[in-house]
């Protein structure tokens, strides 16, 4: 019936009676279908203290911390669930990202690693070829991101990372247009300001060459 909220509590009464993993997940979904976050998020770390080795409660956990900002916490819970799941590609990928982001040179390798592992998702290949890209192997980043960018034409986030990408590599004009026509399809992506504030620096650019 679509009242989230309802099902969360009633989840919530369940799990008091008898206790689980499943429920724990179920209470955490409900809460934020009912755009209830703090609930949400509790749910998620007392099911992570009494479900350690629950991958799911995990994930789920390092992805709420990465959303909300709180990076130590997030590389903390993604590096547990890697030691749980060698081979967990989100967590290695956003592991990789964090790591990027903090400048920890650990960055390269855990990119590289979910690269190998998932080949043919956009997203993770978007990963490696920015990383790659911002440790002085441009032309690989360019190649990976173009890549990404072929199997998810739509993604914005994606196409910004190109247009820096064919920047840092020297191709200014290709990049320019790149963003005028990202911008001119998206309105609403996280790299939106940092695209315009490039975008005004290329034509700026450009105009002063004429």
Do not use: C
Request: hydrophobic content about 40%; aromatic content about 6%; charged content about 30%.
């Amino acid at each position: 019936a679509k009242n989230h909220k309802a099902a969360a509590n009633a989840y919530s009464e369940a799990y008091l009676r008898s206790p689980s993993s499943k429920l724990i997940l179920r209470m955490y979904q409900s809460y934020k279908l009912a755009n209830d976050e703090k609930p949400a998020l509790e749910a998620l770390e007392r099911g992570a203290k009494k479900y350690p080795d629950n991958a799911d409660i995990r994930l789920a956990l390092a992805t709420e911390y990465h959303l909300d900002g709180r990076l130590e916490e997030a590389a903390q819970e993604y590096e547990r669930l890697i030691e749980l799941r060698p081979d967990n590609i989100t967590a290695i990928n956003n592991l990789a990202w964090i790591y990027h982001e903090k400048g920890d040179t650990r960055a390269r390798a855990l990119a590289d690693r979910a690269y190998q592992l998932a080949p043919e998702r956009p997203v993770i290949v978007d990963t490696y070829g920015w990383i790659e890209l911002h440790s002085d192997n441009k032309v690989e980043g360019l190649r990976a991101i173009q890549d990404a960018a072929v199997h998810a034409p739509t993604n914005p986030t994606i196409r910004y990372h190109l247009a820096v990408a064919l920047q840092m590599n020297g191709q200014v004009d290709a990049a320019r247009k790149e963003l005028e026509r990202l911008l001119k399809t998206d309105s609403d992506f996280p790299e939106l300001t940092d695209a315009q504030k490039l975008l005004e620096k290329l034509s700026s650019s450009a105009s002063h060459q004429q």
